[in-house]
């Protein structure tokens, strides 16, 4: 499966912005596809996930509440939208699947989100 993450940019405090991560090759295979971000000297974090097939949407508490996680599966595509971002959200953010449901197994190229205040 490859990952190709995008959409990430310079926005202001309060303002929004919408990542996309479209996967090819053995898709059917998908069981979550999930967001993770890594700000500067973090370590990084889970930010939100979804099942490929059926429902199920999970979110960090940092971001519950701002952050909607959809999925557009004619298109391979999961699209995490952003609202009320704050400078503390700036990170560079990468979207990962999971297989073998044990963990994620593949991992796309990041992009980087800045939140400016």
């Known amino acids: 499966v490859q990952l190709q993450a995008s959409g990430g940019g310079l926005v202001q405090a309060g303002g929004s912005l919408r990542l996309s991560c479209a996967a090819s090759?053995?898709?059917?295979?998908?069981?979550?596809m999930g967001w993770f971000r890594q700000a500067p000297g973090k370590e990084r974090e889970f930010v939100s996930s979804?099942?490929?097939?059926?429902?199920?949407?999970f979110y960090s508490d940092s971001v519950k509440g701002r952050f909607t996680i959809s999925r557009d599966n004619a298109k391979n595509t999961v699209y995490p939208q952003m609202n009320s971002l704050k400078p503390e959200d700036t990170a560079v953010y990468f979207c990962?699947?999971?297989?073998?449901?044990?963990?994620?197994?593949?991992w796309g190229q990041g992009t980087q989100v800045t939140v400016s205040s």
């Open positions: 990962a699947v999971s297989v073998t449901r044990s963990k994620y197994d593949y």
């Open positions: 979804i099942r490929w097939s059926g429902s199920g949407t």
């Open positions: 090759g053995r898709t059917f295979s998908t069981y979550l």
